[in-house]
């Protein structure tokens, strides 16, 4: 289910102070790093990720692509830094940024 504006409101809130937790290489998109963005995900649930592309239309492409593959909600992009939120099955109350800020 998307994500509803007043939630992506919410979600942007919590996300503002957040550092980037993965940059992307020169590669692009390898397994490597679509496995460890699954495990970010599935720690702090809301991410950063800085996407290094040359143009707009990679930088766009590589998050959407990035968000099919993990099953991520895009929440905001601002340049080559994208804000993506997935839900974790069991969230740790301490590693969670969404469960630590509602606290």
Not at 2 to 20: A, E, M, V, Y
Not at 34 to 47: K, P, T, V, Y
Not at 77 to 95: Q, V
């Amino acid at each position: 289910m998307p994500l509803s504006q007043q939630d992506k409101k919410r979600l942007r809130r919590i996300g503002h102070h957040l550092k980037p937790v993965l940059i992307s290489g020169d590669k692009g998109l390898t397994e490597t790093f679509l496995e460890e963005l699954e495990g970010r995900l599935e720690d702090h649930e809301l991410i950063k990720v800085k996407i290094n592309a040359s143009t707009r239309e990679q930088r766009a492409g590589m998050v959407e692509s990035l968000c099919e593959s993990t099953g991520a909600d895009l929440v905001q992009r601002i340049g080559n830094i994208a804000l993506i939120y997935r839900a974790a099955a069991k969230p740790d109350p301490k590693l969670s940024n969404v469960l630590r800020a509602d606290v």
